[in-house]
């Protein structure tokens, strides 16, 4: 299975910002919608926003106003800018592809990348 690709998660002081990233491979083609999701331990995984192929995004409540995703479509990477950073944004965050596949819509996903937010 094709993976995503995710660096950029780290360590970040309270209010910090932050930007991983999510580059999909080059054999991933028609990328419908990408999104971000986080898990905190113990916790469920969360979605965090999205980027449709339009360039039109959404997010969770708890991240609008301060969480920004954008994507560079020749790359097919997105990125997630994150801003005023609060202990509970850490966590482990995932990015995900849609694509409408040949018969059925197929997701993608990356590993994952840590983020921990120190106070």
């Known amino acids: 299975q094709v993976q995503l690709v995710e660096p950029g998660g780290g360590l970040v002081q309270l209010g910090g910002p932050l930007t991983p990233s999510c580059a999909a491979p080059g054999r991933i083609f028609s990328i419908s919608y990408m999104r971000w999701y986080r898990q905190a331990p113990g916790n469920e995984r969360e979605w965090v926003g999205q980027?449709?192929?339009?360039?039109?995004?959404s997010y969770s409540d708890s991240v609008k106003g301060r969480f920004t995703i954008f994507r560079d479509t020749a790359k097919n990477t997105m990125y997630l800018q994150m801003n005023s950073l609060k202990p509970e944004d850490t966590g482990l965050y995932y990015c995900n592809a849609l694509t409408p596949g040949e018969r059925a819509p197929v997701d993608y996903w990356g590993q994952g990348t840590q983020v921990t937010v120190s106070s």
């Open positions: 980027i449709s192929n339009g360039g039109t995004t």
